[in-house]
């Protein structure tokens, strides 16, 4: 194939060559590997700049030589086909062919395009490596056994996995180090409670860390169980999920291999008609990428709120000072990666309406027909939930530091700690005190010893912050 001129370059200075098709002719970029339908498919949906990525590439990739390896071991598919195709396809896996995956994300529903895009560049780069003396066709050869309708669901499925492994599992798991480390260090430091965004009564500051903990640990429980949907593998279904024009062990053996090469358990699906009419499984993962969404957003909020001012806010955190916080007022420093957290939480949301709508209303019948916006949404909510929650530990729940002048201060000037007093004194004559501290703008425990409500002592002992924070009376 000749090469692109370099430099900027209108498309008349591209040299093409001429690609058939079962439609016809079609004038292809010549140093593009991809052919006639890859070509039919960037001109009919010029609709965004959306491509898919490293990961669906990835898994593409893998399909495509999971199945040339089965069709070999099979003996359908000719060995002089099968090693260059399986040449070729590990180029796809290395990444070393991106550049020839040009259809948009909005484009036939089941992907085909996709499917025919890698066909067609696994066949042509194939064909290079025999230095043209295999005839390999991107549809008898490179896609036998297989059909857009299963390769596009099992690649999605393969690359969330990887994906959910590789980039979302770790960052939650660094996140729930950097909270539970805090959690300990914090554990001693008392601060006022707030319900409402109101006073409540005491708690730890590790207290109240250990809940975002938590709250990271079941998001990784959540992943986990949900992957187990993900790993069933529609691939062998072909069509309509009966399996037409595949050897009945196909499914089971390329899938297989494929968990094979990725180290990962996927099986083959339960049922085929499921798997490929419905892609219930991906609205699952996404509902509970979403949940997880809604987690790192009260934990980013709550931490810009605590370390909100310095002077003239709540101020008992003191975050990171990762970069200046305006342009005009100097000195200024904002809490710019708890606000990237809550961006990356407002897509994942956005995502998982699209994605809760494929599921909704794109599948009719034997076939999902918006898998490639599905696929294109879930991994990339999977992706930034990842790289965010790793960011969020490194670069700011790291680096917190209590202020605990600031923390002791607003704790012992909370009226909710007349709570305490309840027990002793009743709930009416304890709003009695919450009232006149408030008017009188003293503080609770000065205004109890002076009410004579109860002995001085046993007033500093029932107003001990650092008790309130367990279970007594």
């Given at each position: 194939?000749?090469?692109?001129?370099?430099?900027?370059?209108?498309?008349?200075?591209?040299?093409?060559?001429?690609?058939k098709?079962?439609?016809?002719?079609?004038?292809?970029?010549?140093?593009?590997?991809?052919?006639?339908?890859?070509?039919?498919?960037?001109e009919?949906?010029?609709?965004?700049?959306?491509?898919?990525?490293?990961p669906?590439?990835?898994?593409?990739?893998?399909?495509?030589?999971?199945?040339?390896?089965?069709?070999?071991?099979?003996?359908?598919?000719?060995?002089?086909?099968?090693?260059?195709?399986?040449?070729?396809?590990?180029?796809?896996?290395?990444?070393?062919?991106?550049?020839?995956?040009?259809?948009?994300?909005?484009?036939?529903?089941?992907?085909?395009?996709?499917?025919?895009?890698t066909?067609?560049?696994?066949?042509?780069?194939?064909?290079?490596?025999?230095?043209?003396?295999?005839?390999?066709?991107?549809?008898?050869?490179?896609?036998?056994?297989?059909?857009?309708?299963?390769?596009?669901?099992?690649?999605?499925?393969?690359?969330?996995?990887?994906?959910?492994?590789?980039?979302?599992?770790?960052?939650?798991?660094?996140?729930?180090?950097?909270?539970g480390?805090?959690?300990?260090?914090?554990?001693?430091?008392?601060?006022?409670?707030?319900?409402?965004?109101?006073?409540?009564?005491?708690?730890?500051?590790?207290q109240?860390?250990s809940?975002?903990?938590?709250?990271?640990?079941?998001?990784?429980?959540?992943?986990?169980?949900?992957?187990?949907?993900?790993?069933?593998?529609?691939l062998?279904?072909?069509?309509?999920?009966?399996?037409?024009?595949?050897?009945?062990?196909?499914?089971?053996?390329?899938?297989?291999?494929i968990?094979?090469?990725?180290?990962?358990?996927?099986?083959?699906?339960?049922?085929?008609?499921e798997?490929?009419?419905?892609?219930?499984?991906?609205?699952?993962?996404?509902?509970?990428?979403?949940?997880?969404?809604?987690?790192?957003?009260?934990?980013?909020?709550?931490?810009?709120?605590?370390?909100?001012?310095?002077?003239?806010?709540?101020?008992?955190?003191?975050?990171?000072?990762?970069?200046?916080?305006?342009?005009?007022?100097?000195?200024?420093?904002?809490?710019?990666?708890a606000?990237?957290?809550?961006?990356?939480?407002?897509?994942?949301?956005?995502?998982?309406?699209?994605?809760?709508?494929?599921?909704?209303?794109?599948?009719?019948?034997?076939?999902?027909?918006?898998?490639?916006v599905?696929?294109?949404?879930?991994l990339?909510?999977?992706?930034?939930?990842?790289?965010?929650?790793?960011?969020?530990?490194?670069?700011?729940?790291?680096?917190?530091?209590?202020?605990?002048?600031?923390?002791?201060?607003?704790?012992?000037?909370?009226?909710?700690?007349?709570?305490?007093?309840?027990?002793?004194?009743?709930?009416?004559?304890?709003?009695?005190?919450?009232?006149?501290?408030?008017?009188?703008?003293?503080?609770?425990?000065?205004?109890?010893?002076?009410?004579?409500?109860?002995?001085?002592?046993?007033?500093?002992?029932?107003?001990?912050?650092?008790?309130?924070?367990?279970?007594?009376?």
């Amino acid at each position: 194939m000749g090469e692109v001129k370099s430099g900027s370059q209108s498309s008349e200075s591209i040299a093409f060559r001429t690609e058939k098709d079962s439609m016809g002719e079609m004038q292809v970029p010549e140093s593009a590997y991809y052919g006639a339908q890859t070509q039919r498919a960037v001109e009919n949906f010029p609709i965004s700049d959306l491509r898919f990525t490293r990961p669906m590439i990835f898994a593409l990739g893998t399909v495509k030589a999971a199945a040339a390896t089965t069709n070999l071991k099979l003996g359908i598919l000719d060995d002089s086909f099968a090693s260059h195709i399986l040449a070729a396809a590990e180029e796809v896996v290395a990444g070393k062919l991106d550049e020839h995956f040009v259809v948009d994300i909005f484009q036939t529903g089941s992907g085909t395009s996709s499917n025919m895009n890698t066909n067609e560049v696994i066949a042509n780069r194939a064909k290079e490596i025999s230095k043209g003396e295999a005839a390999i066709h991107p549809n008898d050869h490179v896609n036998m056994s297989q059909s857009s309708n299963d390769v596009i669901p099992t690649a999605i499925h393969v690359a969330l996995a990887r994906e959910l492994h590789s980039v979302t599992l770790p960052g939650l798991q660094a996140l729930s180090q950097s909270l539970g480390a805090k959690a300990k260090e914090f554990a001693t430091i008392v601060k006022t409670g707030r319900t409402h965004l109101q006073d409540a009564t005491p708690i730890m500051l590790g207290q109240e860390f250990s809940g975002y903990q938590r709250q990271v640990d079941l998001a990784i429980e959540r992943i986990t169980r949900s992957l187990e949907a993900v790993y069933e593998l529609p691939l062998g279904g072909t069509a309509v999920g009966t399996g037409l024009n595949t050897p009945p062990t196909f499914a089971a053996q390329a899938i297989a291999e494929i968990a094979r090469r990725l180290d990962l358990p996927f099986v083959e699906a339960t049922n085929h008609f499921e798997a490929q009419a419905a892609k219930d499984a991906l609205v699952e993962m996404s509902g509970q990428l979403k949940t997880i969404a809604c987690s790192l957003a009260k934990i980013s909020n709550d931490i810009r709120w605590l370390g909100s001012g310095p002077r003239c806010g709540i101020g008992e955190l003191q975050l990171p000072e990762v970069q200046p916080g305006s342009s005009i007022m100097p000195g200024k420093v904002n809490p710019v990666i708890a606000e990237s957290v809550l961006m990356v939480c407002a897509q994942v949301v956005g995502n998982d309406a699209a994605i809760t709508m494929g599921g909704h209303s794109g599948s009719n019948f034997e076939l999902n027909v918006m898998m490639p916006v599905m696929g294109h949404n879930i991994l990339e909510s999977a992706t930034l939930l990842g790289r965010a929650s790793s960011n969020l530990a490194t670069k700011c729940i790291d680096g917190i530091k209590p202020n605990e002048t600031r923390l002791n201060e607003l704790a012992e000037a909370s009226i909710a700690i007349c709570t305490a007093l309840a027990p002793k004194i009743g709930y009416d004559a304890s709003a009695k005190l919450a009232k006149e501290s408030f008017t009188s703008g003293k503080p609770l425990r000065q205004v109890a010893k002076e009410s004579g409500v109860l002995p001085e002592d046993e007033i500093d002992a029932i107003l001990d912050l650092a008790a309130m924070t367990k279970p007594g009376l």
